[in-house]
């Protein structure tokens, strides 16, 4: 169990890893994965882009780097922590690592597999069931995520409106 | 559309996939991503065990490697084709990277999310649903499967034997 304390660490934590994705104009998720001792042993935040990878989400990376600390598929008591609800493929990979639990940030209402579309973590007939927190520092979460596209939009708006600026210029000069 | 000769092309190349994971001792498991020419753009086979990561399914090896190839996340109009039913996580892979169609060889019915536990390529509210042809080759890719884990068992068997036969002679020397 984790206090208060500790789940604020782990979260900012994994806001830290989301910054990095954010900094460089990739939409911003972040995840850490910590062993029963509290130790991080895995990070990663979304690079789908950058890697022009499908599967290069931030959980995914954590998780691959977890398994590569421990030397072992199975990660066994660890915890995951994400500023998004996972997808569909991040929540079957929490299953298939075996992790104890997830905590989680915003939800996400157009792909999330734990309790938003899908409930991938209540599906009985599935060999292993993560304990899922929800909703922690949500606020922060989604505000990261709103913020993100909103700036994306302003920044597509003010490209269009230079473009057709430029366009009226030159017609102008023709 | 795939003819008959192509998709029993396409299948025998998921199987020497699997050929590979068998002859390291690893479930065989095999996957092929097929792009809009017919050219195989990634290869993949079950390394779970062999290299202690809970990612490394058949199928995410093979997506990746075909983002690799076309330096793209989206694998449009390509198509995946494996021996055992996507488990949640590949499936939501296949979902992620807007693959058109996916053939798969045996239902799996412990962790199968195509139709045998859960029916991910179903879900309206997700944003992308592939294309699904079950069973092709369904018999050579679940006897492949059931002959692996009764040679495992067997294996098994003859160990415990031995370390028995061995407990007894050691106890009659004493």
């Known amino acids: 169990m984790f206090s208060s304390e500790e789940k604020k660490h782990y979260m900012e934590l994994a806001f830290a890893e989301a910054e990095k994705a954010e900094a460089q104009d990739e939409v911003p998720i972040g995840a850490i994965v910590v062993d029963p001792e509290g130790q991080v042993i895995g990070r990663g935040y979304n690079r789908r882009e950058l890697d022009n990878v499908a599967t290069h989400h931030a959980e995914i990376l954590a998780i691959n780097e977890a398994c590569k600390t421990l030397n072992s598929w199975r990660l ?20 298939n690592a075996r992790l104890k639990e997830v905590f989680y940030g915003a939800p996400d209402h157009k792909a999330g597999a734990s309790g938003s579309v899908v409930d991938l973590f209540a599906v009985e007939k ?19 995520l709103t ?14 409106l230079k473009a057709k600026e430029n366009k009226a210029n030159s017609s102008q000069i023709d």
């Open 76 to 95: 066994i008591d660890c915890s995951l922590f994400v500023t998004l609800e996972p997808c569909a493929m991040c929540a079957g990979a929490i299953i």
């Open 126 to 144: 599935f060999n292993h069931h993560p304990q899922v927190i929800r909703g922690l520092y949500r606020d922060k979460a989604s505000s990261m």
């Open 147 to 160: 913020n993100f596209f909103r700036t994306i939009r302003a920044k597509q708006k003010e490209k269009k």
